[in-house]
């Protein structure tokens, strides 16, 4: 059983920065896609980006508020651990961010993932 632990989450000014963690377990981590995903209240989930187990393959979301340029995703195998840098963050980014895994290459897709963490909430007041 895999476990995914999200902290980091906050409320910040727009403008401002946040550094999201995700502690897995309980698996062979280096072996793992990690994705992070991210829900507004009413609003469906959706992509914010994702990162294979070799670091060779990353994904941003390609929406017009697109995270790209904003946000970096890194791991740290060592430490069974990836991160979400998220810089200039704006009132839209607002959301419930979650990590997922997936023991494959990695995807923008959530149906590809196979464990969830609960969640973290991220909060942009402007």
């Known amino acids: 059983q895999v476990q995914l632990v999200e902290s980091g989450g906050g409320l910040v000014q727009a403008g401002g920065s946040l550094r999201l963690s995700c502690a897995v377990s309980?698996?062979?981590?280096?072996?793992?896609?990690i994705g992070w995903f991210r829900q507004a209240p009413g609003k469906e989930r959706e992509f914010v980006s994702a990162?294979?187990?070799?670091?060779?393959?990353?994904?941003?979301?390609n929406s017009a508020d697109s995270v790209k340029g904003r946000f970096t995703i890194s791991r740290d195998n060592a430490k069974n651990t990836v991160y979400l840098q998220m810089n200039s963050l704006k009132p839209e980014d607002t959301a419930v961010y979650y990590c997922?895994?997936?023991?494959?290459?990695?995807?923008?897709?959530?149906?590809?993932?196979?464990?969830w963490g609960q969640g973290t909430q991220v909060t942009v007041s402007s």
């Open positions: 997922a895994s997936r023991g494959g290459s990695a995807s923008r897709n959530e149906h590809d993932y196979s464990y």
């Open positions: 990162i294979s187990w070799s670091v060779t393959t990353t994904y941003y979301a």
């Open positions: 309980g698996s062979t981590f280096s072996r793992y896609a």
